[in-house]
């Protein structure tokens, strides 16, 4: 099953300053061969449902074995079963539909 | 790994009834074996790593079969290695708190 | 517009306990009059968009005065206008579904 | 108060393409002269507190108005008293430290 999943790692009890983490976790992910995108508040993946958890769990070993003694993570999680959808999809449907509101609106007035 | 989790399932294309595909994921964790406390916004998990993510993939493809044809699932996780603490630590831990604020607040009077 | 929250407030810079945290919140959130119920992964609160709200901001800034430098927070939101739900219809909802199950499957045995 | 928040707009109710409503939010928050950064799996935004929150009960209201009866909605939230950070801030600080990782690796070996 293909999962589309936006993931964010929070380590607690490493003081404010968590980027080190989050970079080794962005390393685990492209070490694991899975699709990735960093934004500001976290990490969209896309790949097999096994290969995804497997890396998550990796993630959160090794920022245990960085220190971390406390970890918080918020995972989004979608899969479909009617067409297969790419990240890139989901923000181009997204685009395309503002551009044509954008067209449309220009030509109606 | 021990795992506490907030599992929110949300059925896309099946109108706005959801609670029969949410009963069914209540009944797949259940019947895994794992320790449950289901609220109004998710159901609060407590049990290995790989014994979780395993029912909540059963949990997607059960209600991909019920006639989902797309499933978001949001999901808090949290792992620790200072301590064990379970679910009902947690919700004890800040009630503790609270009890306390409000005996000093009552003394200071 | 009546709102279904779920609040999860993670201070970050202050060590790995923050029941303490959470308590001030749950003492805010009740002090604005809100109904809340709180669960092992967050705070589920029922009211007005504009008071839910409100109570957030001052949950995020007390939690700052109390020496927080950095806050994370996930909040699951949800609103409908088909008709009026409470967070005990919610729960219920799903619970009824369940017996139901239950009920036919051992009638099926 | 300045936040970062990361929002994730569900319909429900309205069949499995969610495009639609998700383009009319991101015309809203753009509207409201928000920073924002559409990604696969939400938009990050930046902003004063007041204005993100007014936009985003906008964008709520738009959708149930284009005819969506329930909508779930995913929120997380940054605030930080330390320092002031932008969307780009966060997204450079982890770059900057994979790419330290990477240079370290290559000299050491």
């Known amino acids: 099953m293909k999962v589309l999943v936006d993931l964010c790692i929070v380590p607690i009890g490493v003081g404010v300053s968590l980027s080190a983490y989050i970079?080794?976790?962005?390393?685990?992910?492209?070490?694991?061969?899975?699709?990735t995108s960093l934004h500001s508040y976290g990490t969209n993946i896309e790949g097999?449902?096994?290969a995804v958890f497997a890396a998550i769990k990796r993630c959160h070993e090794t920022v245990h074995g960085m220190g971390a003694p406390r970890i918080t993570t918020t995972i989004k999680l979608g899969t479909r079963t009617d067409r297969?959808?790419?990240?890139?999809?989901k923000v181009?449907?997204?685009?395309?539909?503002?551009?044509?509101?954008?067209?449309?609106?220009?030509t109606e007035k």
């Open 23 to 35: 970079a080794e976790c962005e390393n685990i992910l492209a070490g694991a061969g899975l699709k």
């Open 48 to 50: 097999e449902w096994e």
């Open 84 to 89: 297969h959808q790419t990240m890139e999809d």
């Open 92 to 106: 181009n449907s997204v685009k395309e539909k503002r551009i044509g509101a954008w067209s449309t609106s220009r």
